[in-house]
Nanobody, 115 residues
Framework: QVQLAESGGGSVQPGGSLRLSCAAS????????VGWYRQAPGKQRELVAA???????NYADSVKGRFTISRDNAKNTVDLQMNSLKREDTAVYSC?????????WGQGTQVTVSS
């Protein structure tokens, strides 16, 4: 079965850290470009970070220096390390994998930053 599954979401205080993981099954994950997206209530979904199959990365300006995307091809995972979290980082985070015309989405995981 082809699927992406996110994990690692939760609640954290401002300034805290979380690590999200996107695990793939049923596909050769290492050949896919993978992105982490987020959508906050009432806002459009936005790309937070992305990594190509070659390991090149890019980040939204709002998370540069705080978030790090990485992939472990042996484990079929792409992680998002989130540090110095802010209230405005609160959203549902989803991973997306793209290979040519094929696009896969995970179900999403909630991240809440609140004191």
């Amino acid at each position: 079965q082809v699927q992406l599954a996110e994990s690692g979401g939760g609640s954290v205080q401002p300034g805290g850290s979380l690590r999200l993981s996107c695990a793939a099954s049923g596909i050769i994950f290492r050949v896919y470009a993978v992105g982490w997206y987020r959508q906050a209530p009432g806002k459009q979904r936005e790309l937070v970070a992305a990594i190509t199959s070659a390991g090149s990365t890019n980040y939204a300006d709002s998370v540069k220096g705080r978030f790090t995307i990485s992939r472990d091809n042996a484990k079929n995972t792409v992680d998002l390390q989130m540090n110095s979290l802010k209230r405005e980082d609160t959203a549902v985070y989803s991973c997306n994998a793209v290979l040519g015309p094929r696009t896969l989405w995970g179900q999403g995981t909630q991240v809440t930053v609140s004191s």
